[in-house]
Antibody, heavy 123, light 108 residues
């Protein structure tokens, strides 16, 4: 059974940092690209970042570029999102999502998702 | 940047057919993927590459894509199909994944 479990969310003040983690099981992690997608409660989905199977290629949404860093540790079956200089508009549920192929930037689509972790940025 | 437009809501009676649209400039030239999201749950991929149903998705779900509109069609709609449905494409020009705003399907 494929499982993706996010952790690391919580309440943080504007300008501070937070690191999200996603541990996966049930598939060969280093065979697939991975992504982070966020969702403001009650609103639509927004892609945040993608990373190829070997970390060789990475992409970011304009809204987070320069502030967020995606990474992965294939030995630990884990995906990460380092979020710096957080803003109130970053408040959202953050989902990790599995792609169907190795590169993140070849018509990505997400066949498995975690349950999400809530990040709240507020003073 | 590329924009996908969905109607905020669609209502349909049980047993009838629901059609959820996703509009975008020449979207027919892109591959469209659809996700279903029920309250409090993670999204689920229900349609891939315009019209491919992932394993486990009922045959009642189908998709099409042409011109400026992609459509997710659900026949014999059931109460259990009530959810938010979002379309998604890859915009090669901006190198960004783009989601539509989502459509809330209500089964009356």
């Amino acid at each position: 059974e494929v499982q993706l479990v996010e952790s690391g969310g919580g309440l943080v003040q504007p300008g501070r940092s937070l690191r999200l983690s996603c541990v996966v099981s049930g598939f060969t992690f280093d065979d697939y690209a991975m992504h982070w997608v966020r969702q403001v409660p009650g609103k639509g989905l927004e892609w945040v970042s993608g990373i190829s199977w070997n970390s060789g290629d990475i992409g970011y949404a304009d809204s987070v570029k320069g502030r967020f860093t995606i990474s992965r540790d294939n030995a630990k079956n884990s995906l990460y999102l380092q979020m710096n200089s957080l803003r109130p508009e970053d408040t959202a549920f953050y989902y990790c999502a599995k792609d169907i192929i190795r590169p993140w930037n070849v018509d990505p689509q997400f066949d498995y998702w975690g349950q999400g972790t809530l990040v709240t940025v507020s003073s | 940047s590329y924009v996908l437009t969905q109607p905020p809501s669609v209502s349909v009676a049980p047993g009838r057919t629901a059609r959820i649209t996703c509009g975008g400039n020449n979207i027919g030239s892109k591959s469209v993927h659809w996700y279903q999201q029920k309250p409090g749950q993670a999204p689920v991929l229900v349609m891939s590459f315009d019209s491919d149903r992932p394993s486990g998705i009922p045959e009642r779900f189908s998709g099409s894509n042409s011109g400026n509109t992609a459509t997710l069609t659900i026949t014999r709609v059931a109460v259990g199909d009530e959810a938010d449905y979002s379309c998604q494409v890859w915009d090669v020009i901006s190198a960004h994944v783009v989601f539509g705003g989502g459509t809330k399907l209500t089964v009356l």
